[in-house]
């Protein structure tokens, strides 16, 4: 069955996934219309506040009229800061990061009208102004919504073949009850759960295993909704209604997972639940406080609330509100430019504290397409066995037959292939050059009558027997390849800190086992179905310490829903399916697994520039916010303490754009 065909067997959605994903979609655009508005707001208030500098240098307006100059700027930038101040206030989230900004900006309106002071209505604008522009940076930063996975993952056929009166009737799945007979073609993806009762096939169960090699069944195997049938009819009686069956499972978990997802918050807004009441606590106590002791309250209290609002000045954070998401931004930046797409800041912040990876078999620590590993020719040589089997197998579209074909590219020459005959469930026989070659596994001999030679008892592949007219001639072993640098990737990954490296995938147990030991993974677990790595994952996430993170690792349809709830999913992008990409936070844009240490090392120096801009901007705040409380700080040297920190502090967060070249031993040259 050509992949077209299989894909409009295969295709048809439900009518609560498309609601979902229009309602999905209508985030998204709400999301980029949120972040051009903001930049709209900020470049027209930019624009008003120049006219307002301009005025007020070639006019001798009063300080109210100036004010209602300047407030046109200020109110069409900081408007939904001020209404957002309120709501916290309202409701019961006290002194947020928008209050804060509120009554900063709002002192600097107020202290022009105290007497003997100056105004600073540009300060006033200024800090506003900056604090949406460190907003607009953190918006650029955040991931998209990933809503959308369900309808992406369309794995749940709409129509199913039932019979009923002796007929074949086209039927809604949901309309199917327990226990009645259906039937699937050759191309048609199977919509419920049940067991055969009559023919034989393989199955293509790549959606819900991410495994390649097609599963052969027969009369009496249970057989699950949203796989292939590649081959035979199958009759099919169910064993469970649609709402239960394993495909519409999977979407519910993809769907609902990420509901139970830890999320980071941002640093800036925890940093802001202590930074902020402690500085409107002591600018209330500087205000009002220290007139008691001046001998005069009413004539010292101007005085004190003139310092206590530039102490409000300094102490607002525009260096912390910018430089921070900018340099989280920057290591994003700095992450893509390796081939490694961060969907958030404060994904960066969970691969800093990984200290468990999970990884996922095929298409991720391997290559995820078979190829023949080794030939084992008993009455011919190896080149013969190879080609014989490719002749046979040159007009299947079996990824076996595909690895065959890929093994021996020239088998169409020298031979005569004739009377092509595939076996559901055993495999291919024809004549080639007037011989009947037959390639397929142990059934397949039998049918013929060849004795097959044992295998070795350490291969973790598929074997692929051959007779030659009935005698036996060999096998072909044919298998996934682990990718050159997994092994290295754990290596590093366990240089980097973390301590705990799993395998899950739906292959089988001897499988697993050889890719685990050779890459040096800790841990395994076989013959999974998503719902399975979910509960694994589940179950790692309990263990691990609060103060690391829990990594997953994958590629393929399968792994959306374990790549949702983990604290952080990485996805492969180079081959990694549609539904696992959106799913991710983290993409591996060339499927290399040793980027993701690379990855935690771009994360740990970004949280280092992050710290280093926190301890500078509030070193430098401490001190001239015990100038101002003592009336020795200007209010130039608020403004430097405030926008002079500030650019220092957004300059040292550039660095995180470019990350130095480190060379480790072992490994190329690499983002440190």
């Not at 640098?485 to 240089?495: F, T």
Request: negative net charge; aromatic residues 6%.
């Amino acid at each position: 069955m050509d992949e077209c065909n299989m894909h409009q067997h295969s295709c048809g959605c439900h009518e609560h996934q498309h609601e979902h994903s229009h309602a999905c979609g209508c985030e998204h655009h709400h999301h980029e219309g949120g972040v051009k508005l903001g930049a709209i707001k900020i470049g027209v208030a930019s624009v008003l506040l120049a006219v307002a500098w301009a005025v007020e240098a070639h006019t001798s307006l009063p300080t109210w009229a100036l004010l209602l100059v300047y407030l046109v700027p200020y109110l069409v930038v900081g408007t939904q800061t001020l209404r957002e101040a309120v709501e916290e206030l309202f409701s019961g989230h006290l002194l947020g990061e928008n209050f804060l900004m509120s009554i900063a900006t709002i002192g600097a309106l107020v202290i022009g009208f105290l007497p003997g002071a100056e105004h600073q209505f540009p300060e006033a604008v200024f800090v506003m102004l900056f604090f949406q522009v460190g907003e607009l940076f953190e918006h650029l930063a955040e991931g998209r919504s990933r809503k959308s996975i369900a309808q992406l993952m369309d794995i749940r056929p709409d129509v199913a073949n039932v019979e009923r009166d002796g007929r074949v009737q086209s039927v809604n799945p949901a309309d199917v009850a327990i226990g009645e007979t259906i039937i699937v073609k050759p191309g048609e993806r199977i919509p419920l759960d049940g067991e055969v009762t009559d023919g034989e096939s393989s199955l293509d169960t790549v959606a819900l295993t991410g495994e390649s090699v097609p599963r052969s069944v027969k009369v009496g195997e249970s057989v699950i909704s949203g796989c292939v049938n590649i081959s035979g009819v199958l009759r099919v009686r169910t064993t469970k209604s649609f709402g239960e069956s394993t495909a519409s499972k999977v979407l519910e978990l993809v769907e609902n997972a990420s509901e139970g997802k830890s999320r980071s918050e941002s640093f800036i807004r925890r940093f802001a639940r202590i930074y902020t009441p402690v500085v409107v606590a002591c600018a209330l106590v500087v205000a009002f406080v220290p007139p008691f002791f001046c001998g005069g309250y009413l004539a010292a209290l101007p005085t004190w609330i003139y310092r206590a609002l530039t102490f409000l000045v300094v102490s607002c954070p525009c260096a912390l509100v910018i430089s921070v998401p900018l340099t989280f931004f920057g290591g994003i930046g700095a992450a893509s430019r390796c081939g490694i797409l961060v969907k958030g800041a404060n994904y960066l912040e969970a691969l800093a504290k990984m200290g468990v990876a999970v990884f996922d078999k095929t298409g991720t620590l391997t290559h995820g397409e078979f190829a023949v590993t080794a030939l084992h020719p008993y009455l011919i040589s190896e080149q013969q066995l190879l080609h014989l089997a490719a002749h046979v197998e040159r007009y299947s579209n079996h990824p076996i037959a595909i690895s065959l074909k890929n093994a021996f590219p020239n088998e169409a020459q020298c031979c005569t292939v004739t009377d092509v005959e595939e076996v559901a469930g055993h495999g291919v026989r024809a004549l080639v050059n007037d011989k009947v070659v037959a390639v397929g596994n142990e059934k397949m001999m039998a049918a013929v009558g060849a004795k097959c030679v044992p295998c070795s008892k350490h291969h973790s592949g598929t074997i692929i027997h051959v007779a030659i007219g009935g005698e036996y001639a060999g096998h072909i072993e044919i298998s996934d390849r682990i990718k050159d640098d997994a092994a290295e990737a754990i290596a590093q990954l366990k240089r980097a800190g973390v301590s705990k490296t799993v395998m899950l995938t739906g292959d089988h147990q001897n499988v697993a086992a050889e890719v685990a030991s050779g890459v040096g993974i800790d841990e395994y677990y076989a013959e999974l179905l998503p719902a399975d790595k979910v509960e694994r994952v589940q179950e790692l996430l309990n263990e691990k310490s609060q103060a690391h993170t829990l990594a997953f690792v994958g590629d393929g349809i399968n792994d959306a829903p374990v790549l949702a709830r983990a604290d952080v999913g990485i996805a492969m992008g180079a081959l990694g399916s549609d539904a696992a990409i959106e799913a991710a936070d983290v993409v591996l844009m060339d499927d290399k697994p040793s980027k993701i240490a690379t990855a935690i090392r771009i994360a740990k120096r970004t949280l280092g520039i992050a710290r280093q801009n926190v301890v500078f901007s509030i070193g430098v705040k401490v001190g001239v916010l015990l100038l101002a409380t003592c009336g020795l700080a200007t209010l130039w040297l608020a403004v430097f303490a405030d926008v002079g920190v500030m650019v220092l502090a957004v300059l040292n967060a550039t660095r995180a754009l470019h990350p130095v070249q480190r060379n480790i031993p072992g490994n190329k040259m690499i983002s440190w």
